[in-house]
């Protein structure tokens, strides 16, 4: 009597939508051996076989991305060339089983097009690097590391890092002479335009108490009030020493 050995394919319907296909140890099916076999989307399989019989036993582990990609914070703004605080994580990505890999995207498009990856960013928090010079937009994808691609992760909502030019001052002169014990008004020209800022002045080279709330209009003309004055500061200098633009 010969003895028989057979070849074949077992094809699985898993949960999930997923498809997995076995085969046996080395590439055949013998139903005489043992050995591990590899199921397609992650899952892993073992199989178990011997006396001559087809006895197979599986096992196999859910390998599912999450749901949604969790949330990121928060839009920040500032001067040219602007060095952004560490993006945080507000919320982890859920409803997964396995473990979770990050990818950090960028975009200097738009909120919603134009991103690309960010090399080494595996984290949930992202610290932009500094010396931006333009407007930029940051995402993070989740997966989980089962996955043999990136095709079904999920993303995070998208925050905005804002980068306004350097505010500039091509004129500051007094309106009109005051009476002692008033504030002189300051007019500013050559500001950035319809923004808010503080300024930072010294009078005969004494620092002043920062103004706040300093408004520019479409064409970038401001003014501010100086502090009381004196008959001493008669003929002084008033030297605007920094602008910073706060919205």
């Known amino acids: 009597m010969k003895k028989l050995t057979l070849y074949f394919m077992l094809l699985l319907a898993l949960p999930t939508n997923l498809v997995a296909q076995y085969t046996g140890a080395n590439g055949r099916g013998d139903i005489s051996g043992a050995g591990n076999g590899s199921l397609l989307n992650g899952i892993d399989g073992l199989y178990a076989g011997g006396n001559g019989r087809g006895d197979?036993?599986?096992?196999y582990a859910y390998c599912t991305n999450p749901?949604?990609?969790?949330?990121?914070?928060?839009?920040?703004?500032?001067?040219?060339?602007?060095?952004?605080?560490?993006?945080?994580?507000?919320?982890?990505?859920?409803?997964?089983?396995?473990?979770?890999?990050?990818?950090?995207?960028?975009?200097?498009?738009?909120?919603?097009?134009?991103?690309?990856?960010?090399?080494?960013?595996?984290?949930?928090t992202y610290d932009p690097p500094a010396g931006l010079t333009a407007t930029t937009w940051y995402k993070r994808l989740a997966r989980v590391n089962c996955m043999p691609d990136w095709t079904w992760a999920k993303e995070s909502n998208v925050v905005q890092m804002t980068v306004n030019p350097l505010p500039t001052l091509t004129g500051a002169a007094q309106a009109a002479a005051v009476c002692e014990e008033m504030g002189a008004t300051i007019n500013l020209t050559g500001l950035l335009a319809s923004s808010t800022f503080t300024v930072d002045y010294k009078i005969n080279t004494v620092a002043q108490t920062s103004v706040t709330g300093v408004v520019s209009n479409g064409s970038g003309a401001g003014s501010f009030t100086s502090a009381a004055l004196t008959a001493a500061n008669n003929g002084q200098i008033l030297q605007i020493t920094g602008i910073t633009v706060t919205t």
């Open 67 to 124: 749901t949604n990609g969790g949330t990121i914070s928060s839009d920040q703004a500032g001067c040219t060339p602007f060095d952004p605080a560490l993006i945080t994580s507000t919320a982890l990505p859920a409803s997964y089983t396995g473990t979770l890999d990050y990818k950090w995207q960028k975009s200097i498009t738009s909120s919603s097009a134009g991103f690309s990856d960010i090399g080494s960013s595996n984290a949930a």
């Open 56 to 59: 197979f036993t599986l096992f």
